[in-house]
């Protein structure tokens, strides 16, 4: 559906679009993941995808909030640097409505609660021609253990992955946070969403096989 969606784009036949979703259980492994990152034990209910994204292994399930930003990077800045701060901006701006206070590490990926350091959101992206698919990652409600259990999530050894609930000590839905993570997005890209009619989605079903 990205490849779909970002073909579109930079045709021009749609606007700038962003997914913001949740998978099954899957582990996507990045351009730069290494020989013996992933080691899933027999019998774990889990996809394994490569995926064109740069960075290494991550984590995704049900409990995740997945934004997936397919835009005209050409409309905001061409710039790649400036494209992830936003991206780690919009996850912080997320995680402020819920009063919690984030971070980036230097020499780290993604964004971060401390002290101690633990990983909350994971950041990677493609360009092609400016267009940009995949995006970030934010843990939500779900069981942080496969990051570290079935692989050696974003290459990071020895570092604790976390949750909103975790940190909140109460249950929390994808949909109670996806409004807030749609006007983080709004207010750091400059951009008003509108829901992308069906009619749209129906032409890019050829596309997608």
């Known amino acids: 559906m990205q490849h779909a969606l970002a073909a579109a784009v930079a045709e ?29 034990p027999d019998g774990a209910e889990v996809d394994v995808v490569e995926v064109d994204r740069g960075g290494k292994s991550t984590y995704h399930a049900p409990g995740q909030l997945v934004c997936y930003p397919i835009l005209d990077l050409a409309r905001h800045g061409q710039d790649v640097k400036k494209y992830c701060r936003d991206l780690e901006e919009v996850v912080a701006k ?17 964004v971060w609660l401390t002290s101690p350091p633990r990983k909350i959101a994971s950041i990677g992206i493609h360009l092609s021609k400016w267009v940009s698919t995949h995006g970030y990652a934010l ?36 949909a109670d946070v996806r409004p807030a993570a749609a006007q983080a997005f709004a207010d ?22």
């Open 12 to 40: 021009g036949t749609l606007p700038d679009t962003v997914l913001l979703l949740e998978h099954p259980p899957t582990i996507t492994l990045g351009r730069r993941t290494e020989e013996g990152e992933v080691h899933v």
């Open 94 to 110: 997320t995680l402020a409505a819920f009063s919690l206070e984030s971070t980036t590490i230097e020499g780290l990926t993604g």
């Open 139 to 174: 843990n939500v409600d779900l069981d942080p253990a496969p990051f570290t259990d079935w692989i050696t999530a974003c290459g990071l050894d020895g570092y604790a992955f976390t949750s909103m609930a975790r940190e909140l000590g109460r249950p929390l839905a994808v």
């Open 188 to 209: 750091v890209f400059g951009v008003t969403f509108e829901e992308l009619p069906t009619a749209s989605m129906a032409q890019l079903t050829p596309a997608l096989g």
